[in-house]
């Protein structure tokens, strides 16, 4: 296990990237990838709040995913379904919050309601915050900030716009991991990502291993953050 110290991420973020080719590459359904995608994504969170980090987002659909074909976001609508009905009390127990980011009235409406449920049940756990990016885009967050701004009527400094994104009440990621070989960030967190460190895995998400994310944060440890200064 990674050793918890001063350059330990408080807040990681992780673009869950490649279950269709995972899936594709083993003749299976895209659906299978999604299934086995979960399975990872549930162990992997496990691990990753015993490594000391706080706040772990998880990008899970994008606004932009939406789009895909009806079938594919049937099966991917059946899976948080399962997740956030079956999950929730094993996170409390364990002691991480859940919350999640994104437009709700995008998703089928019990969705909305079993996600509320799940945030409810498990507000105030001390060990950590899973946060789900489901029915999330960047410029979307940013927009939906900046207009709340407008309607406010008064010029707002960075701390405040900040406030007024999603992630509004989180510390900025600190590393920011891709999976699945792609080099770009997909209307992920665009404007919390401004002094992110990246890692990208060729790994597919569904095959990334605990000891690959411990990988990922030994990278970090090694950075050398100057966030403009010298
Ligand atoms: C990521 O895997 C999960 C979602 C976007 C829902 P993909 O479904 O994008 O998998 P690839 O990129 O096609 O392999
Ligand atoms: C990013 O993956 C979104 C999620 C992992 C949820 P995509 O598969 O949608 O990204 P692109 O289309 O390859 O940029
Ligand atoms: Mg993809």
């Known amino acids: 296990m990674a050793e918890v110290g001063a350059n330990t991420p408080r807040h990681v973020a992780i673009i869950m990237d490649g279950n269709g080719r995972w899936a594709k590459k083993r003749l299976l359904p895209r659906s299978a990838g999604h299934r086995a995608g979960v399975k990872r994504m549930i162990a992997l969170t496990e691990h990753v709040f015993d490594t000391g980090v706080r706040y772990c987002t998880l990008f899970a659909l994008s606004t932009e995913n939406l789009n895909r074909p009806e079938e594919e976001l049937k099966g991917l609508f059946g899976l948080f379904r399962e997740f956030f009905a079956s999950n929730a009390e094993t996170l409390r127990k364990k002691g991480i919050s859940l919350r999640v980011i994104g437009d709700l009235s995008l998703l089928p409406a019990d969705i909305g309601t079993l996600i509320r449920a799940g945030e409810e049940r498990t ?20 927009l939906a900030a900046a207009n709340e701004a407008v309607r406010r009527g008064k010029e707002v400094d960075e701390e405040t716009f900040s406030s007024l994104l999603r992630t509004g009440d989180m510390p900025a990621p600190d590393l920011l991991i891709r999976t699945g070989k792609e080099l770009r960030i997909s209307n992920f967190l665009l404007w919390q990502c401004a002094y992110s460190e990246f890692y990208f895995s060729e790994k597919m998400f569904p095959e990334f291993t605990d000891e690959d994310f411990d990988e990922a944060l030994k990278a970090y440890a090694a950075r050398d953050r100057r966030f403009g200064k010298l």
């Open 123 to 142: 507000a105030g756990g001390e060990r950590g915050t899973l946060v789900l990016a489901i029915g999330y885009g960047g410029r979307q967050d940013i």
